[in-house]
């Protein structure tokens, strides 16, 4: 590497950048790799000098706009002018006069004095603002006609050129750098929660390893590629590409283009399903283009059913469960399918069938048994429902809210409803001495802390294909304990028979040996202090953690959701409590009954609290 090309610290350049240069480094060298990609030679990013290599990546993830060079400005890019000219001449920067872009994008460019200018150089009158000078230009291209030949479009983009010069660039698209990343970090693709606010795969792969800066040490053991062939990772990378642009409508509530969406992969999504059937189990089958396929689908259920296109939505829901790869959202797809026969296609006896059907199913998860119970219930017009049989103990508080907010007075602060519970029974009642707004991150903080050696093992092939993951593959399934049983109920075994201060140093050892390392599930900053931590597990106990474990590892994934949302303890009194809490109008889900009964089962004393809203004034 020459002088130049020295990759900064993290005081010089953002380690986000650092890491995606290095991936992209190894995934070149590695041969194995980079025969995937058929046309990696024509990639011309690592031949750039760093700081042109960390120019890219900024733009790309953050200003996929047009822009002046001379508003760029960043530390970590030195000679801000060498590195566009070296990617210009790589044609990863396009310039604005290169391309025929549409008026209103060239309109977007300039600033309310340059847009002054245009107007006075088309002899226009000029607005009071942006918007106003923008629309005037935008009616010109309507309504006029050139009078000296070729239309009034391209006087307007050539006199735009003129008033912005060429010194205007934007980031391209580089379909090669989208398969690099997607090879080397497939497990950043399982997630869906970025892809509502980023269009771009690469967007969202990058945004995560910015979040995961610290990678934990494991074996890199693997006995067959993640993607067999070219075709395999192309096909898997396009399928991601159409998941991203169905999220981006769905969150713009575009529900049209997410059914057109849906309809011109229709066969696809149905090829998927039918080759699931045919084809055996397979234990990295969500890196494949099917899988996606069906994923995105799912989704789309949503558009289908603002649309109100039920019959479709039901031949979609039919085709989910059909499908081989399903795992723990089975339950939820016959609760949906009852739900829509019975209420919206007035189809009472197929309804009752169904939700029959999706009780007596294994794959059902815990929520849904309680779901379609009460599903049944209705349609068999029976009185009793289970949903609220939750046999827990039910609290009813009076807490005061700001007038014409949904905020609540905790002292000298405004709170949302489980923080004010939580001030409630912590600050004001003292009744416990501490707590955390935690949901399910308590358990699997804990988790993750007392079970390191057995997530990290170096035993199980085909989970770790990186140095970049944070969680083997197979993590979110119950694939998890399946694989690794004897080192679960080894660990269980010895655990049990830690005696408290053992258990504590346990955890003290993971905690200062890996303190904000990226671990999925483990919350490093939930609690203050490794002192709280270990108070709070003391007053769990380790023979209820273990059960509580035991209940998780059925199916990580589905597990982690339902748990109550506070979490109370009090070392002096050897108290511990998990509350669910329900501001006014909100009441209690399936899977969250069913966590309070699983709770009752492994010895955790659990309950409810109703919050009725008080006017501050009156306190």
Same mark, same amino acid.
């Given at each position: 590497?020459?002088?130049?090309?020295?990759?900064?610290?993290?005081?010089?350049?953002?380690?986000?950048?650092?890491?995606?240069?290095?991936?992209?480094?190894?995934?070149?060298?590695?041969?194995?790799?980079?025969?995937?990609?058929?046309?990696?030679?024509?990639?011309?990013?690592?031949?750039?000098?760093?700081?042109?290599?960390?120019?890219?990546?900024?733009?790309?993830?953050?200003?996929?706009?047009?822009?002046?060079?001379?508003?760029?400005?960043?530390?970590?890019?030195?000679?801000?002018?060498?590195?566009?000219?070296?990617?210009?001449?790589?044609?990863?920067?396009?310039?604005?006069?290169?391309?025929?872009?549409?008026?209103?994008?060239?309109?977007?460019?300039?600033?309310?004095?340059?847009?002054?200018?245009?107007?006075?150089?088309? $002899?226009?009158?000029?607005?009071?603002?942006?918007?106003?000078?923008?629309?005037? #230009?935008?009616?010109?291209?309507?309504?006029?006609?050139?009078?000296?030949?070729?239309?009034?479009?391209?006087?307007?983009?050539?006199? #735009?050129?003129?008033? %912005?010069?060429?010194?205007?660039?934007?980031?391209?698209?580089?379909?090669?750098?989208?398969?690099?990343?997607?090879?080397?970090?497939?497990?950043?693709?399982?997630?869906?929660?970025?892809?509502?606010?980023?269009?771009?795969?690469?967007?969202?792969?990058? *945004?995560?390893?910015?979040?995961?800066?610290?990678?934990?040490?494991?074996?890199?053991?693997?006995?067959?590629? %993640?993607?067999?062939?070219?075709?395999?990772?192309?096909?898997?990378?396009?399928?991601?590409?159409?998941?991203?642009?169905?999220?981006?409508?769905?969150?713009?509530?575009?529900?049209?283009?997410?059914?057109?969406?849906?309809?011109?992969?229709?066969?696809?999504?149905?090829?998927?399903?039918?080759?699931?059937?045919?084809?055996?189990?397979?234990?990295?089958?969500?890196?494949?283009?099917?899988?996606?396929?069906?994923?995105?689908?799912?989704?789309?259920?949503?558009?289908?059913?603002?649309?109100?296109?039920? $019959?479709?939505?039901?031949?979609?829901?039919?085709?989910?469960?059909?499908?081989?790869?399903?795992?723990?959202?089975?339950?939820?797809?016959?609760?949906?399918?009852?739900?829509?026969?019975?209420?919206?296609?007035?189809? $009472?006896?197929?309804?009752?069938?169904?939700? $029959?059907?999706?009780?007596?199913?294994?794959?059902?998860?815990?929520?849904?048994?309680?779901?379609?119970?009460?599903?049944?219930?209705?349609?068999?017009?029976?009185?009793?429902?289970?949903?609220?049989?939750?046999?827990?103990?039910?609290?009813?508080?009076?807490?005061?809210?700001?007038?014409?907010?949904?905020?609540?007075?905790?002292?000298?602060?405004?709170?949302?409803?489980?923080?004010?519970?939580?001030?409630?029974?912590?600050?004001?009642?003292?009744?416990?001495?501490?707590?955390?707004?935690?949901?399910?991150?308590?358990?699997?903080?804990?988790?993750?802390?007392?079970?390191?050696?057995?997530?990290?093992?170096?035993? #199980?092939?085909?989970?770790?294909?990186?140095?970049?993951?944070?969680?083997?593959?197979?993590?979110?399934?119950?694939?998890?304990?399946?694989?690794?049983?004897?080192?679960?109920?080894?660990?269980?075994?010895?655990?049990?028979? %830690?005696?408290?201060?053992?258990?504590?140093?346990?955890?003290?050892?993971?905690?200062?040996?890996?303190?904000?390392?990226?671990?999925?599930?483990?919350?490093?900053?939930?609690?203050?202090?490794?002192?709280?931590?270990?108070?709070?597990?003391?007053?769990?106990?380790?023979?209820?953690?273990?059960?509580?474990?035991?209940?998780?590892?059925?199916?990580?994934?589905?597990?982690?959701?339902?748990?109550?949302?506070?979490?109370?303890?009090?070392?002096?009194?050897?108290?511990?409590?998990?509350?669910?809490?329900?501001?006014?109008?909100? *009441?209690?889900?399936?899977?969250?009954?069913?966590?309070?009964?699983?709770?009752?089962?492994?010895?955790?004393?659990?309950?409810?609290?109703?919050?009725?809203? #008080?006017?501050?004034?009156?306190?």
């Amino acid at each position: 590497m020459e002088p130049d090309d020295e990759i900064p610290g993290e005081e010089e350049g953002g380690s986000l950048y650092n890491t995606a240069i290095q991936i992209v480094q190894s995934f070149i060298e590695d041969p194995a790799l980079s025969s995937l990609i058929p046309d990696l030679p024509s990639f011309t990013f690592p031949s750039l000098s760093h700081p042109a290599k960390v120019l890219y990546l900024r733009l790309y993830i953050r200003k996929r706009r047009w822009l002046k060079v001379a508003s760029i400005s960043y530390s970590d890019v030195g000679d801000l002018d060498s590195s566009v000219s070296q990617l210009l001449s790589a044609s990863l920067l396009e310039r604005i006069t290169e391309s025929r872009q549409p008026i209103l994008d060239l309109l977007g460019c300039l600033s309310l004095g340059e847009l002054k200018q245009v107007c006075k150089l088309l $002899k226009l009158k000029p607005g009071p603002n942006k918007l106003a000078l923008t629309r005037v #230009v935008m009616n010109m291209c309507k309504t006029q006609r050139s009078l000296f030949g070729g239309s009034t479009e391209d006087r307007v983009r050539k006199t #735009v050129a003129q008033v %912005l010069g060429s010194d205007v660039v934007r980031v391209r698209d580089s379909s090669i750098l989208e398969r690099v990343l997607v090879a080397s970090l497939p497990q950043f693709t399982l997630s869906n929660d970025d892809l509502t606010s980023k269009a771009s795969l690469t967007q969202v792969l990058l *945004s995560s390893i910015g979040v995961t800066r610290r990678f934990p040490t494991y074996t890199i053991s693997f006995t067959r590629p %993640l993607f067999s062939s070219p075709l395999h990772l192309e096909g898997f990378v396009g399928a991601c590409q159409v998941e991203a642009r169905c999220h981006l409508h769905l969150e713009r509530s575009e529900w049209e283009k997410v059914r057109e969406i849906y309809l011109s992969h229709k066969e696809r999504f149905i090829e998927a399903v039918k080759d699931s059937a045919a084809a055996p189990s397979e234990d990295n089958v969500c890196f494949t283009e099917g899988w996606v396929m069906v994923r995105t689908v799912r989704h789309a259920l949503t558009a289908l059913q603002r649309l109100k296109d039920y $019959k479709e939505v039901v031949f979609v829901l039919r085709k989910l469960l059909e499908y081989r790869h399903a795992g723990s959202r089975r339950g939820g797809w016959w609760e949906t399918l009852s739900l829509t026969l019975g209420h919206h296609l007035k189809e $009472k006896d197929e309804a009752l069938e169904v939700a $029959k059907k999706g009780l007596a199913d294994p794959l059902t998860t815990h929520g849904h048994t309680y779901a379609l119970q009460n599903r049944i219930a209705l349609l068999e017009k029976r009185k009793e429902k289970t949903s609220q049989q939750h046999g827990s103990e039910t609290i009813t508080l009076s807490l005061p809210v700001v007038e014409g907010q949904k905020l609540y007075q905790c002292g000298d602060v405004l709170c949302g409803v489980e923080q004010a519970v939580l001030y409630h029974f912590t600050t004001d009642t003292g009744m416990f001495a501490e707590g955390v707004h935690s949901e399910g991150s308590l358990l699997t903080t804990l988790f993750g802390l007392l079970f390191w050696d057995v997530i990290f093992t170096d035993t #199980v092939d085909n989970v770790f294909y990186n140095k970049y993951q944070n969680c083997p593959l197979d993590f979110h399934s119950s694939k998890l304990y399946a694989r690794r049983e004897e080192l679960f109920e080894r660990r269980f075994e010895r655990l049990g028979g %830690l005696s408290e201060v053992e258990v504590e140093s346990e955890v003290t050892r993971i905690w200062e040996a890996q303190f904000e390392v990226d671990c999925v599930g483990i919350h490093w900053h939930l609690f203050t202090s490794l002192e709280q931590c270990l108070r709070c597990l003391r007053c769990l106990g380790i023979t209820r953690f273990i059960a509580l474990v035991r209940l998780y590892l059925r199916h990580p994934g589905a597990m982690r959701s339902g748990m109550p949302d506070l979490t109370l303890w009090d070392y002096e009194q050897r108290k511990f409590k998990m509350i669910e809490v329900k501001g006014p109008g909100d *009441s209690l889900r399936c899977n969250q009954i069913s966590w309070l009964g699983l709770l009752k089962e492994a010895g955790v004393e659990a309950g409810v609290c109703l919050v009725k809203q #008080v006017s501050s004034k009156r306190i």
